[in-house]
């Protein structure tokens, strides 16, 4: 029996998301992480700080991929709700985790700073929940079933990302590779792009313009394909495209993911 | 009969958004020109370019909130299918627009550009939408009942904005006040900061910390309210619980929505 390739979604939970105050960076950053593990990102959401928004975004998102994560709302502050919202999601208690009382009893003895009521809350974990490292702060995130709860600042995030590679099963590598035509215009390749996509349907291609200003426009065009053996072949028909219409294309560094 | 407040959803759609590639700010644009208007975004979602998942979506957030508000995947490449999406999510047809052919047409032979059949594709609107402005590079966007679709490019969807603002029920507008706390950490005003909460439910407080470096760091309480009468209480009140911790507050400029 074969195993599904792995999937994603992305949970970006907080009011200043939605407000415009703050632009999230989190799905970027998580994408990219899981962009090299073969785990692609099929879908993302932002919700308020409102338990049954949370709630019922987990719910939907745990049942269709392979893993969700989410971002936010796990302070110390009453809007922190996030970890009160997964417990609820999957029916079960919630309580202060001996271990983290522990690890934070110490930290703030050190930092010779108050261990409060609030600053406790921050141990409170789902019954059944394993613990993600952070490095950063002290105050960890954490698993339940195939949902990995993380702070919502993007420094914290990422670094809990590190604790919790190990524990997901990867998939194919996708590699990608980039060629932009400065001056080009979408409507110039869109013909053969598209017919380009139909001949190889294990690729997928993608045409990204950019304005800046007159001069500095074009467009970028990028494939991506788990066959390693095509980019050559990519690479080629792509610059014949692009070099059809006058234009001289250039190749960008490639990433893996 | 007291008509319900307006809500917003917004719905981003490429594979861009979710591979990494690009980090987006429609969802803060679009947030940013609605606020004021009091129309709050209540949810984003973000999908890839595959009919199904934008059908899905759209159809999910359309009967849950007043307006819907998508942006990308207007463009003239095989990718760029949006459109024929919503005429799905919608169970209309869907066919080149007189009106935008006929703009399109002009637009081109000025350019001393050829009208090819990609850009064409551009024309082609859902059966009894109406036109969105496009300011900026000509292709427009359409309206589908409380479904606004826009381009992705930011320039771009920032434009139609302004296009579609007068044909929008605007709400209350929501007043809003921001108090800094240079040096503060959350855990120092969750307390006093949870218990105003409580007592002032007509109001909504948000803490977010912030850290760059030891010393530029700290926290920002945001309240927000529909009631201007309360932002002089307000501002005391949170400026007496940053003072308690022996820092100093400071209230930034003021925006409405």
């Keep these: 029996m074969t195993e599904t390739p792995p999937t994603a979604a992305v949970l970006l939970i907080g009011d200043e998301l939605l407000s415009g105050r703050t632009r999230d960076i989190n799905l970027q950053q998580i994408a990219t992480y899981l962009g090299p593990l073969g785990i692609p990102v099929v879908e993302s959401r932002t919700v308020s700080d409102v338990q049954a928004s949370i709630v019922k975004a987990v719910n939907d998102l745990r049942a269709e991929y392979t893993y969700v994560f989410t971002t936010g709302g796990i302070g110390p502050t009453h809007d922190d709700i996030t970890a009160d919202a997964i417990a609820a999601a999957f029916g079960v208690g919630i309580g202060e985790h001996p271990e983290v009382i522990a690890m934070l009893a110490e930290r703030y003895a050190e930092m010779k700073t108050e261990f409060t009521p609030a600053r406790r809350r921050m141990a409170r974990v789902p019954h059944g929940a394993s613990l993600v490292a952070n490095p950063v702060s002290g105050a960890p995130g954490f698993q339940m079933e195939n949902v990995f709860t993380l702070a919502g ?81 990519i690479v080629e028909r792509l610059e014949a495209i692009i070099s059809a219409t006058g234009v001289t294309p250039e190749r960008l560094t490639e990433e893996a993911g």
Tied chains: 1, 2.
Aim: proline share 7%; aromatic share 4%.
């Design 153 to 233: 600042v993007p420094q914290v995030a990422r670094a809990m990302l590190e604790d919790i590679g190990p524990r997901l099963r990867t998939g194919a590598v996708v590699h990608k590779v980039t060629i932009r035509g400065v001056g080009l215009r979408e409507g110039d390749i869109a013909e053969p792009l598209g017919a380009l996509a139909v001949e190889m349907p294990n690729v997928s291609f993608g045409s990204y313009p950019w304005f800046r200003s007159v001069g500095d426009n074009g467009v970028h065009l990028v494939a991506s394909t788990i066959h390693p053996d095509l980019i050559d072949t």
